[in-house]
């Protein structure tokens, strides 16, 4: 497996990244809405072509009416929905709307491609884990992001996983 740093390259993860730094909420089950710019790391693995890694960061906007929206340090932006997971509206589920979905797709398939030297169609994708956790002040967030895919590439079958890990400052309201 090769391991490597991906600059502007602009990484499915890079556009997770994006997606991941959203979320948020203090009090309640329904979120105030909030702000933060969530910095780590992301990877993306792919069957017989190895590893890449990437840092990240994202500035994200949760809003209290259920939505989000993020922009990569790459410039990257992804929008979408939330949905809170626990009475005290500090974890939420994420989800990408069709759009910022299908450019996730696109950017899975691209970098798939960088990293395998050869033409990737992504055939499906799923969802393993896209959530946001705020603290219990409402001062720090966290962004986990998984999502696995297969494809094909040179007429061979394969999958491919991508995860992101960002984290930092939350401002509510």
């Given amino acids: 497996m090769s391991h490597r740093f991906i600059g502007t390259g602009g990484i ?3 556009l997770l990244v994006g997606l991941c730094l959203v979320a948020a909420a203090d009090a309640g089950a329904q979120s105030s809405g ?3 710019t969530l910095k780590g790391n992301g ?14 960061s994202a500035t994200v906007i949760v809003l209290p009416d259920g939505t989000w929206s993020a922009i990569s340090s790459e410039g990257a932006g992804f929008a ?21 979905e299908a450019g996730f797709v696109s950017s899975l398939a691209n970098d798939a491609a960088e990293l395998c030297h050869t033409s990737i169609e992504v055939t499906s994708v799923q969802k393993k884990k896209f959530l946001l956790k705020i603290n219990r002040p409402g001062t720090r967030a966290k962004l986990v992001l998984r999502y696995t895919a297969t494809g094909t ?6 999958w491919a996983r991508s995860g992101l890990t960002l984290a930092g400052r939350w401002t509510a309201g």
């Fill in 12 to 14: 499915a993860l890079a």
């Fill in 34 to 36: 909030g702000s933060g």
């Fill in 43 to 56: 990877a993306l693995a792919v069957q017989r072509c190895g590893q890449d890694q990437l840092r990240a």
């Fill in 80 to 100: 979408g929905t939330w949905t809170a997971l626990d009475t005290s509206g500090r974890k939420l589920d994420l989800a990408f709307d069709a759009s910022s």
């Fill in 153 to 158: 590439g040179n007429g061979r079958s394969g």
